[in-house]
C-alpha cells in the first residue's frame, strides 16, 4: 500500500494532537476526526484489522481534508502527515473504493487534459484554467509581461496532472504530466512561467516523482517578476499577505516575500497567527468541487479573523483562494494583481 511509505506519520500522528489548531477543517467543522491524530489511528487500524476502507465515514473523512500541509511544516518533526493522505487517497482508489462523486470528478478532470499554444518564442506562460476564470488577475500577467517587453506564448488548457492526483488517480496522473511534457517539448519551450502555485508545485515535485522530465525550467510568476527587474512607479502600501499553502508549505519559496518587498507593501500580520492556512483548501484543488460548503465555512472563518473585513487587502498567491475570500465579502487580490498595480 502506498500508505506504507508514511509509517513514522501513521506511529506518531496517532498519539499527538499537538498539531489539531492547524487542521483547517477540524477548526470548522470542530470535529476530531478532522485532525492528523485521528486521521492517523483510522489508518493505523487498517493494519490492525479494525478499520477498511469499506467504512464510507472514513473514506469521506479522507477526501474532506483541505491538504495545506500546515502541520507538515509546523511539525516538531516534520512528520509527513499531508503525504500520508495522499498516499491514503491513492490507495483507497487503488482498491476499487473511492466515492462515486470523487470517480466522478477525476474522469471529467482526466478529459481536460489538452492545451493550445498561441504566440511564438521559446518562453511560455500557463494561463491554467483556474486563473483563466479571474480576469483581474489575467489582466495583471499581461500587463506585467508587457511592461518587461516580453511577448511569451500564451498556453491555455485543462488538468496537468495535479488534481487527480490529489484525488489518489497516480496513473492518470501521471499519463496526464506525460502529455503535457511533451507538448511542452513539441512547443519548444525552455522556460514556462506559471500563475498558479499548484501548477508549479505539480511541475516542480510531482513530475520528478512520476520520472517525468520537463523540457524546460518553470518558474512561479512572482520569482519571474522578480527576475524581470521592474521599475514600480507606486507602492503598494498596507497589505495583509496570506502565505500560499504551496508556495510556503509545499515549495518554500520566498518570492511572494521577496515581492512584497519590491513593490513596498507594508505587510501587516493576518489574524492570530502565521502558521495556519487562510487558503480555503488550497491544498486540496478541488475541494470546491467536492465540498462547496466547506471552502465557504473556511472563508468565513478567514473573514472573522480580519481587522477590516470590508476594507483591508488580502494578498494571495492562488485565484482559488482569492475566489473563495471575495465570495464572503473580502478584498482579495493576488500577488501579480498587487505588483501590476504598482507600475
Ligand atoms: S504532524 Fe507532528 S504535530 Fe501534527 S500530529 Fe503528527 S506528529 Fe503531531
Known amino acids: 500500500m502506498n500508505i506504507t511509505a508514511y509509517d513514522s506519520a501513521i506511529h506518531n500522528c496517532r498519539f499527538c494532537f499537538m498539531c489539531r489548531h492547524l487542521s483547517a477543517i477540524g477548526n470548522v467543522r470542530f470535529t476530531e476526526v478532522d485532525t492528523p491524530r485521528v486521521r492517523a489511528a483510522m489508518l493505523y487500524g487498517l493494519g490492525t484489522g479494525t478499520n477498511s476502507f469499506d467504512d464510507d465515514d472514513f473514506v469521506e473523512a479522507l477526501y474532506r481534508q483541505d491538504l495545506s500541509a500546515c502541520c507538515v511544516r509546523h511539525c516538531v518533526n ?172 509545499y515549495d518554500n519559496i520566498d518570492a511572494p516575500e521577496k515581492l512584497l518587498k519590491a513593490i513596498k507593501a507594508e505587510a501587516r500580520p493576518f489574524g492570530t497567527n502565521d502558521e495556519e492556512t487562510y487558503c480555503c483548501g488550497e491544498g486540496a484543488i478541488v475541494l470546491d468541487k467536492l465540498h462547496p460548503e466547506l471552502v465557504e465555512a473556511l472563508a468565513k472563518y478567514v473573514a472573522a479573523r480580519a481587522d477590516n473585513a470590508k476594507k483591508d487587502t488580502l494578498a494571495v498567491g492562488s485565484v482559488f483562494t482569492k475566489r473563495a475570500l471575495v465570495k464572503a465579502g473580502l478584498k482579495a487580490v493576488t500577488f501579480e494583481e498587487l505588483a501590476a498595480a504598482c507600475l
Open 78 to 249: 516534520h512528520f509527513d502527515e499531508n503525504g500520508l493522505a495522499l498516499a491514503a487517497r491513492a490507495d483507497v482508489v487503488e482498491a476499487g473504493k473511492a466515492p462515486e462523486a470523487v470517480k466522478a470528478l477525476a474522469a471529467e478532470l482526466a478529459k481536460t487534459s489538452v492545451w493550445k499554444a498561441a504566440g511564438n518564442g521559446d518562453v511560455a506562460w500557463f494561463q491554467d484554467a483556474t486563473t483563466a476564470t479571474d480576469k483581474a488577475a489575467v489582466a495583471a500577467a499581461k500587463k506585467l509581461f508587457a511592461a518587461a517587453k516580453a511577448s511569451p506564448k500564451v498556453i491555455t488548457g485543462g488538468c496537468i496532472g495535479k488534481a487527480l492526483k490529489v484525488l489518489g488517480f497516480l496513473p492518470e496522473a501521471k499519463a496526464a504530466a506525460e502529455k503535457f511534457a511533451d507538448f511542452l517539448k513539441d512547443e519548444g519551450v525552455k522556460t514556462l512561467v506559471v500563475s498558479n502555485p499548484a501548477a508549479y508545485d505539480a511541475l516542480t515535485k510531482d513530475y520528478t516523482d512520476f520520472g517525468v522530465k520537463l523540457p524546460c525550467k518553470v518558474l512561479h510568476i512572482t520569482q519571474w517578476i522578480l527576475g524581470a527587474k521592474l521599475k514600480f512607479a507606486k507602492a503598494a502600501g498596507e497589505v495583509y499577505p496570506l502565505a500560499d499553502d504551496f508556495l510556503r508549505n
